[in-house]
């Protein structure tokens, strides 16, 4: 495993209004790796990533990244610092072309780079230069999944985070973003929380995982060791 984690989420809690949504999650990506956070629908997934980002504050507990606290930074900071975003659903700018799209992401860039998309971008993603000067919004499901993802590294970011990034997608182009992230995951470069239901998806990437259920942790350990009984009892329908 990484020498030190990239990111810990120490007794997280998070409510909406009234109720308590995430309990007590402890969880760590160790730096250079792959974690995956299984679960089925409605357990807080996706809450966790949002607070993870700051798009929710926690009501107890500590999200901390690098060594860093950042329960108290608004979204922009932690994406400066080096958080970066893919959420369910994609969220691209489906008025805005491909390139255009892609600006948005360099300007998230701390390093302010500025000077246009570099080619490892393309390299990654070589569907998006034939797209350039399309809308987002005229783009298949993976080709949006896969603009997304690129927007996002275009922050420079040192922690991914993919919110089912396989969902609605066709086979070959999950094959695709299965590549890139291993691509990304040699590079080392970059440490990924990947959300996921499509379990063999997680478990070919992952080096470890996290199991949620009703907003807590009730089982992780390394991806390899993640036994038959806990998937039945936790993760298929
Ligand atoms: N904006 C919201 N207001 C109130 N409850 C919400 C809101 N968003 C999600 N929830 C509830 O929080 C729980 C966790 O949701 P979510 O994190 O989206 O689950 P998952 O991503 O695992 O499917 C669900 O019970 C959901 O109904
Ligand atoms: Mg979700």
Not at 10 to 37: F, H, K, M, W
Request: aromatic fraction near 6%.
């Amino acid at each position: 495993m990484g020498e030190h984690p990239i990111l810990v989420l120490d007794q997280l809690n998070v409510s909406y209004g009234e109720s308590l949504i995430l309990r007590d999650v402890n969880l760590t990506v160790p730096s250079g790796r792959v974690a995956c956070l299984l679960g089925r629908n409605g357990v807080g997934k996706t809450t966790t990533l949002k607070t993870i980002v700051g798009l929710l504050r926690s009501t107890g507990g500590s999200v901390n990244f690098d060594g860093a606290n950042v329960n108290r930074w608004a979204p922009e900071k932690r994406t400066k610092y080096g958080i970066g975003y893919v959420p369910q659903g994609r969220d691209i700018f489906p008025m805005l072309t491909v390139e255009e799209n892609l600006m948005v992401g360099l300007q998230a860039c701390s390093t302010g780079r500025g000077n246009g998309i570099p080619r490892e971008i393309y390299d990654l993603f070589p569907v998006l230069k034939s797209m350039l000067g399309r809308a987002g919004g005229d783009l298949s499901g993976g080709q949006q999944q896969q603009l997304a993802i690129a927007r996002a590294l275009l922050g420079e970011p040192r922690l991914l985070l993919l919110d089912e990034p396989t969902e609605g997608i066709q086979p070959s182009v999950i094959q695709e973003i299965e590549q890139t992230i291993v691509r990304l995951k040699q590079q080392g470069t970059v440490s990924i929380l990947l959300v996921e239901q499509y379990l063999e998806f997680a478990w070919r990437l992952a080096d470890l995982y996290y199991v949620m259920e009703k907003g807590s942790i009730v089982s992780h350990g390394l991806t390899k060791d993640l036994d038959e009984a806990t998937v039945k009892k936790h993760l298929t329908v």
